[in-house]
Every structure is written in C-alpha cells, then in structure tokens.
C-alpha cells in the first residue's frame, strides 16, 4: 500500500518543480554553511589538538599533546591563546583560558573577544605558517622588517638597507613631503642613497637607444630607407653638427615655439626612465607625450627652462628643469612625472593615483640647442645618484650645511625650528652620498663638500649648529636642534654613519677631524643607548627626560629602523652593548619583553 501512495504521489509532482526544490534545498544549504564559516581565514592563532581519550598520562601521545600546548603562543599572565569555537556575528572569537597552577583542581573561567580588536589593540601583524603538522599564526609588532647585515659596512658599499627602498621624487621637483615647493636634503640625500644601492644589487637595466649623432652610417641607410626617426615641422631645422668641447657630433635643433617642433618617434612600451644630452642656447622645452591607462586624449609632459616646480593643467604637466645652458644629462622617470602631476592638489599631500604609462609615442622639442644620446632604459640608477649628488654640491651654504627652509615644530614645550635650521641626519647623509661619488669619480669637488659638512656638528643647537650635550658629559648630534635638546635616536645614528664614511674615506690627515666627532659620538651612544629601551619596545626620544612628559614611543617601523640601524653598527664596533640590544629588540617584534619584579 506504501509503495501505491509513493508512486501516486510522484506521478503527480511535474519534473520542473522536483528541479526548482533542489535549487532552492541547495541554495539554502550554501547560505547556511557561509553564515557558520569565518571570513577571515587568516586571522586565527594555532590551536594543539586535543589529546585523544584514549590517551594515558605519561604515555607518548599525552607527552606529545603536552609538548605541543607548551609551544603555543603565551599572551600575558600566563595566558595562552587558542582559537575560539563560538561564531557570532560572523565574527571569529578568541578564548584565552589562563592555564592552572599545580594541585588546582579546575582552569579559571573562559573569556572571548574578537580577534580584530586584539590586532588593533596589540598592534599585530602575521600570517598562517605550518610546522610540526599544525596551523600556527606567527605575529610580529611591525609591518617593517629586520634585515640580515650581510658584511660589515664600508663607505663604498650598500647603504643600509636604501636598495628595498623606492624614492618616487625627481631633483628638479624634489620638495618635501608637504609639496609646497621646498627641497629638502634629507630626501635628496636618501633618493641618491636608494639609487646607489640599487645600482650595486640589480641586474644591469634595458637600455633602447633611439637616436645618436654619431652613428652617421646608421643615420644614412635610415634615411635611403625612408624610414628617419626625426620630423622636422615647418619652420623648423635640424642638421648634425661637430661638438669641440664633447669631441663628437651632435644635433643641433632650431623649433620656435608656435611650430609643431622638432619629433623624434619613440613608441617604447616597456620602460619609461628617458635620458637625453641636451644644451639649450635659449629659452625652451622637451615635450613627451604619453599614452596612458586612462581613457581620452594623452597626456604631454613638458620640460622647460625655467624654475617652475611642478604645474598640471588639463592633459599638460609641466617641470621646471631650469636653463640647462651648459652640456647636461636629463634623465626623467616619466611615470614618477605623470603620477605627480595628475594627483597634484592644493593640500599638503600629492593625492594618490593608480594612473600607468603604456606607451611613450614621441619626444618633441622646442627653442635653440644641441641634443644627443636619447634612450629609454628599465632604470638610471647611476644619473639619479649624480643628480642628488651634484645637488648637494650645488646648494651648500659658506657654513657647510644645508639649510631647511621651513619651521619645525617638534613638539609641546620646544621651541619652534625657524627656517634656515641645520639637521645632523641631513648632515650625515648628505655626508654618505659625497663620499661614494667621490670614490666612484675621484672629483675633489665631492671630497670637500663632504669635509665642509663637518661645520655644524662643531656648533651648539642654540648658535644654529647641531651639537647638544646630555648630562653636560655626552656628545650628540641632533636631527631637530631644538632648545631645550631632543636626543631623537635614528637621526643620530645616521649622522654618525656619515661622519664613519668621511673619516674612513678621507685619510688620517684630512679625516681626523671627522673621525674624533665619530668617536664621541659613538662613546655617547654606547651610554645612553639604555635609555631607549622600554622593556617592551624603544623610545623615539628623550623628551621625557628633558621635559618631564609621557615618553614619545617609537613607532614599530622606526623601532625596525633602530634595529637596523644599530646591526650596521655592530658590523663596525664589535662592542658588547650593540649585539645585546639588537637580540632584546628583535624580541619585542614577537611580543618578548623584559622580566619584572
């Protein structure tokens, strides 16, 4: 009789509808299993199997299980995390169980939060790693990371760990951060850094060459072929000329500036670092045009000869790249430009554009002058080194420093940095640029603008130097020469590296006196070093010393920094104090932190 009643019942439910139940059963099925699964699967922290209950104590399994509790992550107080089973919310939740003491008969009661307030509350960063057959969330304080001292550091090497780093700014347009139209030595000094290191751990960068003077034969069989690179508009010339002073043949290039100009096809759509030898003879520009990710019409990227920074205006930025006179290299990163000078504002800050070159079509010029060598490359790292370089040279006051023309205000209870201040990490960077062009080059002219760079560490802060003295014992160099004194730690440090790079580059005699400000400096950091230390992380600087404050805790990227900074040191002075302090402040990335009473 059942049977009868199933087969009925089939017999009258339509193929159709039996489809559309198993959709929806199906539907439901997959609602319900997003809802009880977590979506943030890498947020969790690792969780030991339970011990089977079959599992005596003191057999293998038990002892196994033991271990592997034993290497959990322990939070304070003895407490270990372990993930949570509850799931509210679609929020993963954290129980932390304070483990018993010995004879306790029972574990403390269980709490729950969820994990994204222990992240932001903790300051954690990490990922999911597997080792001995477990899930286990390895977390550290800092997005930063610790580098490996490779060798011991020496004057003409890598600096630091400049070669990860990417300075997206240009020495014609080199302002600092706030883009209202200011050069500041230090981010000059470190963009040259940065290409130095680069140049020394990259591979050698694609160079296309698009057009040279010299190459006359090339030249003619282009142009039997029909097929020359240069257009000439009309009202223009262009014509190959013989250079005394390079000893070679150049083009020299006539185009006023309400003609088309003189072009020249590129087409590239790889690499976008431009370089060209060019001397204007009168007022004029280099245009590039640019197809890019965006939609519409190209944008044209025009350097002119005049001290303009930076101006966008529709389709058109525009660089100050100043009257180039004399035989010079411009090298450009025509993406650095384009992105510059679309996300150009009025605020503080260039707004962030995703924008991309894909294809540079053509380079035009305009004016009268002399033009030779165009190529495209991957990179040039070793013309931005020279820029930052020559500007340094170029811009040293009588006293030896670079001056930042903008005020400071470190902080509440200091007194204001009025323009025209001195930075020792301006100072000894700048320091540490010279010397490895002078070592690449031999110019002398390097050498005495590196030796000139001691001055301001000879005069107190309050006489517009860089020197302060703690507890009237101790020699520092200070980042912001502030009254009353700072002490900010990173600073210091990079002012001695470029007093080390003087003193060991320069020779007994010329580097002496570089050499005694970097044993007194040195003498007084290995005795205030301690002072920096929290027990938990380090200190930014000693403003709670000077003026009774809260003490200004070094962000964990800065506290990376210390430690980076402090390794390179240790490469050098094999003191005790240096390879101890680095152990202890690595440990604060993993959450270590000193014993307590």
């Known amino acids: 009789g059942k049977r009868l ?7 009258r439910v339509n193929y159709k509808t039996l489809i559309v139940i198993c959709a929806l059963f199906t539907l439901i099925t997959v609602l319900l299993w997003n809802r009880c699964s977590s979506d943030v699967p890498l947020r969790f922290l690792p969780h030991a199997p339970p011990v089977p209950p079959s599992a005596k104590v003191g057999d293998a399994s038990s002892q196994q299980a033991a271990a592997s509790a ?23 939740l954290w129980s932390t169980t304070r483990q018993p003491s010995r004879g306790a008969g029972r574990a403390a009661a269980t709490s729950t939060c969820p994990f994204s307030w222990v992240e932001k509350y903790f300051e954690v960063y990490g990922k999911v790693v597997q080792y001995d057959g477990y899930d286990r969330f390895e977390f550290q304080h800092s997005y930063s990371k610790v580098y490996a001292q490779r060798e011991p550091y020496h004057p003409d090497g890598v600096f630091m760990s400049f070669e990860g780093y990417t300075w997206r700014c240009a020495i014609a347009s080199s302002a600092s951060a706030a883009w209202k139209g200011y050069f500041y030595a230090i981010q000059i000094a470190q963009y040259g850094l940065s290409h130095y290191s680069k140049n020394l751990t990259e591979h050698p960068p694609r160079v296309e060459v698009y057009d040279t003077a010299a190459e006359e034969q090339q030249e003619q069989q282009a142009r039997a072929a029909g097929s020359a690179p240069w257009s000439v508009a009309k009202g223009c010339s262009l014509s190959r000329v013989h250079d005394k002073a390079r000893a070679t043949a150049v083009r020299q290039f006539s185009a006023p500036d309400s003609s088309e100009g003189v072009s020249l096809a590129l087409g590239n759509t790889k690499d976008f670092i431009l370089s060209l030898d060019l001397r204007f003879t009168s007022n004029g520009s280099v245009s590039v045009v640019l197809e890019t990710t965006e939609k519409g019409p190209p944008f044209v990227i025009h350097y002119v000869t005049s001290t303009l920074l930076i101006a966008f205006k529709d ?25 510059k000078g679309v996300g150009l504002s009025n ?5 962030a554009t995703k924008i991309m070159p894909r294809r540079v079509v053509r380079l035009s010029l305009h004016g009268r002058g002399f033009v030779d060598n165009v190529t495209i490359s991957t990179t040039a790292h070793m013309a931005a080194f020279f820029a930052a370089s020559d500007w340094l040279v170029r811009n040293q006051d009588e006293r030896g420093g670079w001056p930042i023309m903008v005020t400071r205000k470190l902080g509440e209870g200091f007194r204001p940095l009025e323009p025209g201040w001195y930075s020792a990490m301006a100072q000894g960077q700048a320091m540490s640029t010279l010397v490895r062009a002078y070592l690449l080059t031999r110019d002398q002219a390097y050498m005495a603008a590196a030796l ?30 502030t009254v009353p004194s700072s002490f900010v730690l990173n600073g210091f440090i990079y002012s001695l590296l470029g007093l080390y790079d003087l003193s060991e580059t320069a020779g007994e005699k010329q580097g002496r006196e570089a050499g005694l400000l970097f044993s007194r400096g040195m003498e007084s950091l290995k005795a205030m070093l301690p002072l920096y230390d929290t027990g938990s992380g380090s200190i930014y600087d000693l403003r709670h010393f000077v003026l009774g404050t809260a003490p200004n805790l070094a962000r964990w990227d800065y506290h990376t920094t210390h430690i980076n900074q402090l390794q390179l040191l240790a490469s050098i002075d094999n003191s005790a104090i240096f390879r101890d302090v680095v152990k202890r402040w690595k440990s604060y990335l993993k959450g270590g932190r000193a014993k307590h009473n």
């Not at 992550?73 to 993963?92: A, E, H, M, S, Y």
């Open 452 to 481: 000139r760079a001691t001055g301001p560490y000879k005069t107190a802060s309050a006489q517009h130097g860089v020197k302060a003295v703690f507890m009237n014992k101790y020699d520092w160099y200070e980042e912001y020469p």
């Open 5 to 11: 009643t199933m087969r009925c019942l089939a017999a």
């Open 70 to 92: 034993a290497r959990a992550p322990t939070g304070r107080g003895g407490r270990r995390w372990r993930r949570g089973n509850q799931v509210r919310g679609d929020r993963l």
């Open 347 to 351: 605020t503080k800050a260039v707004k």
């Open 315 to 339: 389709r058109d930025i525009t660089y100050g790249i100043g009257p180039r006179a004399a035989w010079t290299t411009l090298t450009r990163d025509l993406l650095t430009d384009l992105r």
